[in-house]
Nanobody, 123 residues
């Protein structure tokens, strides 16, 4: 499964962005999708995930209440709605696909990754 992120860019603090993660084939609907972030000089961290049955899990306290994951299997796409963005949200954002949901916040559990997209929060 190939994944392609889109929707990144430059946004002011307090602003919003919606990232998209498009899957290349219909098997997308069977997969857990996770969003990850890698800030400059830091490890890639899990943010949120959504199972193939639309159950969601928050993986990072820093984004709780601000970031929301969703999916539309009719178009093989997952979304990350990001509100009230802060400068510390700056980084490369990746979506990834896993075959299960048990380890939804575990980076190494994910098998397929997008190429990543840059989000910069700055005034």
């Amino acid at each position: 499964l190939q994944l392609v992120e889109s929707g990144g860019g430059l946004v002011q603090p307090g602003g919003s962005l919606r990232l998209s993660c498009a899957g290349s084939e219909s098997t997308f609907e069977d997969r857990t999708i996770g969003w990850f972030r890698q800030a400059p000089g830091k490890e890639r961290e899990a943010l949120v995930s959504i199972s193939n049955s639309y159950e969601t899990k928050n993986c990072a306290e820093a984004v709780k209440g601000r970031f929301t994951i969703s999916r539309d299997n009719t178009v093989n796409t997952a979304y990350l709605q990001m509100n009230d963005l802060k400068p510390e949200d700056t980084g490369s954002y990746y979506c990834a696909a896993d075959y299960g949901f048990m380890h939804a916040c575990v980076k190494v559990a994910y098998d397929d990754w997008g190429q990543g997209i840059q989000v910069t929060v700055s005034s």
